[in-house]
């Protein structure tokens, strides 16, 4: 009975999907950490944690800012890819108060893109969260084959545009992004 169970438990934990575990974090030559996966992925490490000063309840809130290396290599954060698809950020503009960011995408999957999905984190110039966004960095148009996103393509975003980002602390325009998902037809 202890064996059945056993194999039972056994075979039950095996049949959940694995989720990928830090095996080392690496520290390159230009100061930028890595983390290794047991998945045999990686990825750098761009956020610490900081303490900010006492509130009125004495409790120390944790605001997480980039570390030194991140905002040193900032080009690295403003790439992202996902199923064949790499998203760049191209440059940012003001039109009064709201930042308008474009994007480049590149296509290398044998999919017709029809939607990519972007999150999208901006840092003041001193490496702190200002905000998170979430868009559709590329959106074909239903039923017209001629704006799918097809392998070998490069093409501009249009300007997606962000509110309450101040323009005094986005000089050095940091920006994290992570495509979230990509659909095809």
Not at 18 to 44: H, I, S
Not at 85 to 103: A, P, Q, T, Y
Not at 139 to 165: H, M, N, V
């Amino acid at each position: 009975m202890i064996r059945t169970f056993s194999l039972c438990a056994l075979l039950l934990q095996l049949s959940f999907p694995v989720f990928a575990g830090e095996v080392a974090r690496v520290t390159l030559d230009n100061g930028a950490q890595v983390v290794l996966k047991d998945d045999f992925t990686w990825k750098y490490v761009i956020l610490e944690t900081q303490p900010q000063s006492q509130n009125p309840e004495g409790k120390l809130p944790q605001v997480q800012t980039l570390t030194p290396a991140a905002i040193t290599q900032a080009a690295l954060l403003s790439i992202a890819a996902l199923d064949g698809i790499k998203v760049s950020f191209r440059k940012g503009e003001w039109d009064g108060d709201n930042l308008g960011l474009n994007f480049d995408l590149q296509s290398s999957t044998s999919k017709n893109v029809v939607v990519v999905e972007v999150e999208a984190s901006l840092f003041d110039d001193s490496g702190k969260l200002l905000k998170k966004e979430l868009f559709n960095v590329w959106q074909a148009e239903y039923r017209l084959p001629e704006t799918y996103l097809r392998k070998g393509q490069q093409r501009p975003s249009r300007t997606i545009w962000i509110e309450d980002i101040p323009f005094d602390s986005w000089h050095k325009q940091l920006l994290s992004l992570k495509v979230i998902e990509v659909k095809s037809r």
